[in-house]
Protein backbone atom coordinates (compact mmCIF):
# COMPACT_ATOMS: atom_id res chain seq x y z
CA UNK A 1 0.00 0.00 0.00
CA UNK A 2 1.17 3.50 -0.98
CA UNK A 3 2.19 5.45 2.04
CA UNK A 4 0.24 8.78 2.39
CA UNK A 5 0.61 11.88 4.23
CA UNK A 6 -1.22 10.73 7.31
CA UNK A 7 1.48 8.33 7.20
CA UNK A 8 4.24 10.80 7.84
CA UNK A 9 2.06 12.84 10.05
CA UNK A 10 1.56 9.74 12.50
CA UNK A 11 5.39 8.92 12.86
CA UNK A 12 6.18 12.26 13.34
CA UNK A 13 3.30 13.37 15.96
CA UNK A 14 2.39 16.06 13.80
CA UNK A 15 -0.68 17.03 11.33
CA UNK A 16 -1.06 15.87 8.07
CA UNK A 17 -1.72 19.52 7.16
CA UNK A 18 2.00 20.64 8.81
CA UNK A 19 3.54 17.73 6.47
CA UNK A 20 1.70 18.82 3.82
CA UNK A 21 3.06 22.18 3.94
CA UNK A 22 6.52 21.23 4.83
CA UNK A 23 6.63 18.99 1.89
CA UNK A 24 4.88 22.25 -0.32
CA UNK A 25 8.14 24.33 1.08
CA UNK A 26 5.46 26.49 2.78
CA UNK A 27 7.14 29.44 5.08
CA UNK A 28 4.98 29.15 8.06
CA UNK A 29 6.97 26.06 8.19
CA UNK A 30 10.67 25.72 10.52
CA UNK A 31 13.18 24.36 8.43
CA UNK A 32 14.16 21.94 11.23
CA UNK A 33 10.74 20.19 10.32
CA UNK A 34 11.06 20.69 6.79
CA UNK A 35 14.03 18.11 6.86
CA UNK A 36 12.63 15.42 9.50
CA UNK A 37 9.59 15.39 7.25
CA UNK A 38 11.74 15.01 4.07
CA UNK A 39 13.69 12.21 5.78
CA UNK A 40 10.80 10.21 7.17
CA UNK A 41 8.86 10.89 3.44
CA UNK A 42 12.10 9.08 1.93
CA UNK A 43 12.45 6.45 4.62
CA UNK A 44 8.66 5.42 3.76
CA UNK A 45 9.21 5.87 0.04
CA UNK A 46 6.77 8.41 -0.29
CA UNK A 47 5.59 9.25 -3.78
CA UNK A 48 3.68 12.47 -3.92
CA UNK A 49 0.98 13.83 -7.22
CA UNK A 50 3.41 15.74 -8.83
CA UNK A 51 0.68 17.06 -10.99
CA UNK A 52 -1.17 18.94 -7.99
CA UNK A 53 2.40 20.15 -6.40
CA UNK A 54 2.36 21.63 -9.96
CA UNK A 55 0.09 23.68 -9.68
CA UNK A 56 0.08 24.98 -6.29
CA UNK A 57 3.65 25.81 -6.48
CA UNK A 58 3.35 26.86 -10.33
CA UNK A 59 6.69 25.89 -11.19
CA UNK A 60 7.93 22.70 -13.36
CA UNK A 61 9.84 21.19 -10.76
CA UNK A 62 11.62 19.89 -12.85
CA UNK A 63 15.31 19.01 -13.76
CA UNK A 64 16.96 18.19 -17.19
CA UNK A 65 19.85 15.68 -17.49
CA UNK A 66 22.31 15.57 -20.08
CA UNK A 67 24.24 12.41 -20.29
CA UNK A 68 27.09 12.90 -22.37
CA UNK A 69 28.88 9.62 -22.34
CA UNK A 70 32.62 9.63 -22.23
CA UNK A 71 32.19 6.10 -23.63
CA UNK A 72 31.37 4.97 -27.06
CA UNK A 73 28.13 4.63 -28.06
CA UNK A 74 29.25 0.95 -28.48
CA UNK A 75 29.38 0.43 -24.50
CA UNK A 76 27.31 0.85 -21.81
CA UNK A 77 28.75 3.76 -19.61
CA UNK A 78 28.45 2.20 -16.38
CA UNK A 79 29.58 5.59 -14.46
CA UNK A 80 26.97 7.61 -16.34
CA UNK A 81 24.21 5.59 -14.99
CA UNK A 82 25.33 4.96 -11.50
CA UNK A 83 25.19 9.22 -11.63
CA UNK A 84 21.61 8.86 -12.96
CA UNK A 85 20.69 6.55 -10.22
CA UNK A 86 21.62 9.07 -7.39
CA UNK A 87 20.03 11.81 -9.26
CA UNK A 88 16.64 10.19 -10.05
CA UNK A 89 16.74 9.07 -6.35
CA UNK A 90 17.18 12.44 -5.07
CA UNK A 91 14.99 14.34 -6.97
CA UNK A 92 12.09 11.80 -6.28
CA UNK A 93 13.22 12.89 -2.66
CA UNK A 94 12.50 16.48 -3.35
CA UNK A 95 9.29 15.70 -5.47
CA UNK A 96 11.36 16.63 -8.62
CA UNK A 97 10.66 14.97 -11.85
CA UNK A 98 13.67 14.66 -14.69
CA UNK A 99 13.36 14.71 -18.35
CA UNK A 100 16.64 13.10 -19.49
CA UNK A 101 18.30 13.50 -22.75
CA UNK A 102 21.15 11.30 -23.60
CA UNK A 103 23.71 11.42 -26.84
CA UNK A 104 21.29 9.08 -28.65
CA UNK A 105 18.73 12.01 -29.07
CA UNK A 106 18.63 13.14 -32.77
CA UNK A 107 17.70 16.87 -31.62
CA UNK A 108 20.74 17.38 -30.03
CA UNK A 109 22.19 17.33 -33.84
CA UNK A 110 19.85 20.20 -34.28
CA UNK A 111 19.35 22.50 -31.19
CA UNK A 112 21.56 24.02 -28.29
CA UNK A 113 21.42 21.98 -24.50
CA UNK A 114 19.05 25.21 -23.76
CA UNK A 115 16.88 25.60 -26.35
CA UNK A 116 15.97 22.14 -24.99
CA UNK A 117 15.94 22.76 -21.70
CA UNK A 118 13.51 25.68 -22.81
CA UNK A 119 11.31 23.73 -24.79
CA UNK A 120 10.34 21.35 -21.53
CA UNK A 121 10.56 24.13 -18.91
CA UNK A 122 13.25 22.73 -17.03
CA UNK A 123 14.19 24.37 -13.67
CA UNK A 124 17.76 23.24 -13.74
CA UNK A 125 20.10 21.13 -15.56
CA UNK A 126 22.77 18.65 -14.82
CA UNK A 127 25.57 17.43 -17.21
CA UNK A 128 27.70 14.17 -16.74
CA UNK A 129 30.36 13.34 -19.62
CA UNK A 130 30.26 17.28 -20.76
CA UNK A 131 33.82 18.43 -22.16
CA UNK A 132 35.59 21.91 -22.18
CA UNK A 133 35.82 21.26 -26.17
CA UNK A 134 31.90 21.07 -26.33
CA UNK A 135 30.91 23.98 -28.74
CA UNK A 136 27.78 24.85 -26.55
CA UNK A 137 30.28 25.59 -23.33
CA UNK A 138 30.17 29.34 -23.87
CA UNK A 139 26.28 28.92 -23.39
CA UNK A 140 26.56 27.37 -20.43
CA UNK A 141 28.37 29.60 -19.01
CA UNK A 142 26.05 32.34 -19.53
CA UNK A 143 22.93 30.42 -18.42
CA UNK A 144 20.13 31.72 -16.72
CA UNK A 145 19.28 28.64 -15.13
CA UNK A 146 21.52 26.53 -12.71
CA UNK A 147 23.76 24.41 -14.70
CA UNK A 148 25.60 22.23 -12.55
CA UNK A 149 28.40 19.99 -14.44
CA UNK A 150 29.71 16.50 -12.74
CA UNK A 151 34.02 16.23 -13.24
CA UNK A 152 33.88 19.55 -15.73
CA UNK A 153 34.16 23.01 -14.18
CA UNK A 154 33.03 25.74 -15.66
CA UNK A 155 32.92 29.52 -14.65
CA UNK A 156 29.56 31.04 -14.78
CA UNK A 157 27.18 32.85 -12.18
CA UNK A 158 24.88 29.89 -12.62
CA UNK A 159 27.74 27.30 -13.34
CA UNK A 160 27.57 24.61 -10.54
CA UNK A 161 30.21 22.06 -9.94
CA UNK A 162 30.41 18.27 -8.35
CA UNK A 163 33.24 15.86 -8.31
CA UNK A 164 34.99 13.39 -6.76
CA UNK A 165 38.88 14.29 -5.40
CA UNK A 166 40.84 12.83 -8.55
CA UNK A 167 44.25 14.10 -7.24
CA UNK A 168 42.93 12.24 -3.98
CA UNK A 169 42.09 9.13 -5.85
CA UNK A 170 44.78 8.89 -7.46
CA UNK A 171 47.17 9.16 -5.03
CA UNK A 172 45.31 6.58 -2.79
CA UNK A 173 46.01 3.63 -5.26
CA UNK A 174 49.50 5.23 -6.16
CA UNK A 175 50.59 4.38 -2.39
CA UNK A 176 48.47 0.89 -2.19
CA UNK A 177 50.55 0.54 -5.08
CA UNK A 178 53.82 1.70 -3.61
CA UNK A 179 53.47 -0.09 -0.23
CA UNK A 180 52.92 -3.60 -2.11
CA UNK A 181 56.78 -2.50 -3.52
CA UNK A 182 55.73 -1.48 -6.88
CA UNK A 183 58.57 1.10 -8.65
CA UNK A 184 57.42 0.37 -12.56
CA UNK A 185 53.78 1.83 -12.59
CA UNK A 186 52.15 2.18 -15.56
CA UNK A 187 49.03 4.79 -16.23
CA UNK A 188 46.22 4.01 -18.66
CA UNK A 189 45.13 7.49 -19.00
CA UNK A 190 41.76 8.84 -20.60
CA UNK A 191 40.83 10.81 -23.75
CA UNK A 192 43.00 14.15 -23.01
CA UNK A 193 39.70 16.29 -23.85
CA UNK A 194 38.48 15.43 -20.37
CA UNK A 195 39.18 17.78 -17.11
CA UNK A 196 39.41 14.64 -15.17
CA UNK A 197 42.23 13.07 -17.45
CA UNK A 198 44.50 16.45 -17.09
CA UNK A 199 43.53 16.01 -13.06
CA UNK A 200 44.34 12.10 -12.33
CA UNK A 201 47.71 12.27 -14.69
CA UNK A 202 48.88 15.78 -12.87
CA UNK A 203 48.34 13.70 -9.53
CA UNK A 204 50.13 10.21 -11.03
CA UNK A 205 52.92 12.57 -12.53
CA UNK A 206 53.26 13.90 -9.24
CA UNK A 207 53.32 11.37 -7.18
CA UNK A 208 55.65 9.57 -9.26
CA UNK A 209 58.16 12.23 -10.11
CA UNK A 210 58.33 12.79 -5.32
CA UNK A 211 59.24 9.29 -5.33
CA UNK A 212 61.55 9.60 -9.01
CA UNK A 213 60.28 6.43 -10.39
CA UNK A 214 58.51 8.73 -13.13
CA UNK A 215 58.82 7.45 -17.10
CA UNK A 216 56.77 9.14 -19.55
CA UNK A 217 57.16 5.56 -21.85
CA UNK A 218 55.02 4.15 -19.12
CA UNK A 219 51.99 6.31 -20.06
CA UNK A 220 49.88 5.11 -22.08
CA UNK A 221 47.10 6.94 -23.72
CA UNK A 222 43.29 5.56 -24.39
CA UNK A 223 39.74 6.45 -24.04
CA UNK A 224 37.94 5.27 -21.48
CA UNK A 225 36.23 2.52 -23.15
CA UNK A 226 37.24 -1.51 -22.64
CA UNK A 227 38.48 -1.73 -26.52
CA UNK A 228 41.08 1.36 -25.90
CA UNK A 229 42.22 -0.33 -22.03
CA UNK A 230 42.97 -3.69 -24.11
CA UNK A 231 44.99 -1.53 -26.99
CA UNK A 232 46.93 0.01 -24.05
CA UNK A 233 47.33 -3.44 -22.62
CA UNK A 234 48.71 -5.01 -25.79
CA UNK A 235 50.94 -2.38 -26.15
CA UNK A 236 52.44 -2.80 -22.46
CA UNK A 237 52.36 -6.80 -23.23
CA UNK A 238 55.13 -6.72 -25.82
CA UNK A 239 57.57 -4.49 -23.62
CA UNK A 240 60.87 -6.00 -23.29
CA UNK A 241 60.87 -4.44 -19.90
CA UNK A 242 57.02 -4.53 -18.93
CA UNK A 243 55.73 -2.83 -15.65
CA UNK A 244 55.07 -5.10 -12.46
CA UNK A 245 51.89 -2.24 -11.87
CA UNK A 246 48.92 -0.83 -14.08
CA UNK A 247 46.69 2.01 -12.30
CA UNK A 248 44.04 2.34 -14.76
CA UNK A 249 42.28 5.86 -14.95
CA UNK A 250 38.92 3.55 -15.53
CA UNK A 251 37.50 0.35 -14.82
CA UNK A 252 36.61 -0.58 -18.24
CA UNK A 253 39.88 0.44 -19.31
CA UNK A 254 41.82 -2.01 -16.74
CA UNK A 255 39.21 -5.27 -17.81
CA UNK A 256 40.10 -4.57 -21.21
CA UNK A 257 43.96 -4.23 -20.27
CA UNK A 258 43.40 -7.70 -18.16
CA UNK A 259 41.83 -9.58 -21.58
CA UNK A 260 44.81 -8.41 -23.66
CA UNK A 261 47.22 -9.18 -21.00
CA UNK A 262 45.93 -12.43 -20.79
CA UNK A 263 45.48 -13.10 -23.80
CA UNK A 264 49.56 -12.79 -23.95
CA UNK A 265 50.10 -15.09 -21.05
CA UNK A 266 50.17 -13.18 -18.41
CA UNK A 267 48.67 -14.42 -15.25
CA UNK A 268 47.40 -11.28 -12.93
CA UNK A 269 48.16 -10.57 -9.96
CA UNK A 270 51.15 -12.68 -10.05
CA UNK A 271 52.75 -11.34 -13.08
CA UNK A 272 51.61 -7.97 -13.58
CA UNK A 273 49.10 -6.02 -10.53
CA UNK A 274 46.24 -4.00 -11.49
CA UNK A 275 44.35 -0.94 -10.43
CA UNK A 276 40.51 0.50 -11.80
CA UNK A 277 38.94 3.79 -11.23
CA UNK A 278 35.42 3.59 -10.45
CA UNK A 279 34.58 1.03 -9.00
CA UNK A 280 31.70 -0.27 -10.91
CA UNK A 281 29.45 -3.13 -10.31
CA UNK A 282 31.26 -5.44 -12.74
CA UNK A 283 34.59 -5.47 -11.28
CA UNK A 284 33.79 -7.93 -8.54
CA UNK A 285 33.25 -10.56 -11.01
CA UNK A 286 36.08 -10.47 -13.18
CA UNK A 287 38.88 -12.69 -12.68
CA UNK A 288 40.54 -11.74 -10.47
CA UNK A 289 38.06 -9.04 -9.14
CA UNK A 290 39.58 -5.75 -9.36
CA UNK A 291 41.03 -4.02 -7.05
CA UNK A 292 39.17 -0.01 -7.95
CA UNK A 293 39.54 3.69 -6.97
CA UNK A 294 35.59 4.18 -5.81
CA UNK A 295 34.80 8.41 -6.62
CA UNK A 296 31.17 6.51 -4.69
CA UNK A 297 28.87 8.11 -8.27
CA UNK A 298 25.77 7.47 -6.32
CA UNK A 299 26.67 9.77 -4.30
CA UNK A 300 27.84 12.31 -6.96
CA UNK A 301 24.89 11.97 -8.59
CA UNK A 302 22.67 12.66 -5.09
CA UNK A 303 24.95 16.15 -4.56
CA UNK A 304 24.19 17.22 -8.13
CA UNK A 305 20.92 17.50 -7.43
CA UNK A 306 21.36 18.64 -3.79
CA UNK A 307 23.36 21.50 -4.92
CA UNK A 308 21.18 22.57 -7.95
CA UNK A 309 18.15 22.70 -5.72
CA UNK A 310 20.27 24.92 -3.28
CA UNK A 311 20.36 27.27 -5.83
CA UNK A 312 16.57 27.50 -6.87
CA UNK A 313 16.20 28.16 -3.09
CA UNK A 314 14.93 24.50 -2.15
CA UNK A 315 16.15 24.01 1.92
CA UNK A 316 18.33 21.27 0.96
CA UNK A 317 20.08 18.59 3.72
CA UNK A 318 23.56 17.92 2.47
CA UNK A 319 25.10 14.62 3.62
CA UNK A 320 28.11 14.76 6.10
CA UNK A 321 30.60 12.94 3.75
CA UNK A 322 30.15 16.02 0.86
CA UNK A 323 32.44 19.29 0.91
CA UNK A 324 30.50 21.85 0.40
CA UNK A 325 33.22 24.53 -1.38
CA UNK A 326 31.23 27.63 -1.01
CA UNK A 327 27.13 27.66 -2.51
CA UNK A 328 29.06 26.93 -5.82
CA UNK A 329 30.98 22.94 -5.45
CA UNK A 330 30.53 19.55 -3.88
CA UNK A 331 33.61 17.52 -3.51
CA UNK A 332 33.54 13.56 -2.63
CA UNK A 333 36.61 12.05 -1.42
CA UNK A 334 37.21 8.20 -3.12
CA UNK A 335 38.00 4.93 -1.45
CA UNK A 336 40.78 2.50 -1.96
CA UNK A 337 38.27 -0.92 -2.67
CA UNK A 338 40.99 -3.74 -2.59
CA UNK A 339 40.63 -6.95 -4.19
CA UNK A 340 42.30 -9.56 -5.34
CA UNK A 341 43.93 -7.75 -8.86
CA UNK A 342 47.50 -6.97 -6.89
CA UNK A 343 50.31 -8.75 -5.27
CA UNK A 344 53.25 -7.45 -2.98
CA UNK A 345 56.77 -7.86 -4.55
CA UNK A 346 59.18 -9.80 -2.44
Known sequence: MATTLKDIAKKLGVSTTAVSKALNDHDDI????????????????????????????????????????????SEVDHMGYTFLHGIINEANLYNYDIVLFTTNSDFLEEKSYLDLCRERQVEGVIFTGLHLGDPHIEELKNSEIPVTVIDTELEGANNLFVTSDNHFGMKKGLEYLYRLGHRQIALISGHKGAAVTKERFNSYQEFMQEKGIFEKDLVFNADYTQNGGFEAGEEIAVLENPPTAILSMSDLMAIGAMEALESHGFIIPEDISIVGYDNIDITTFTRPPLTSIDQDGYDMGRSSVQITLNKLGEEVNFFEDAEKIGDNKIVIKPKLVIRDSCKRLK
Do not use: C, H, W
Not at 45 to 52: D, E, K, V
Open 30 to 73: GDELKLEVRRVARELNYSPNSIARKLVSRKSRTLGVFMLSRQNK
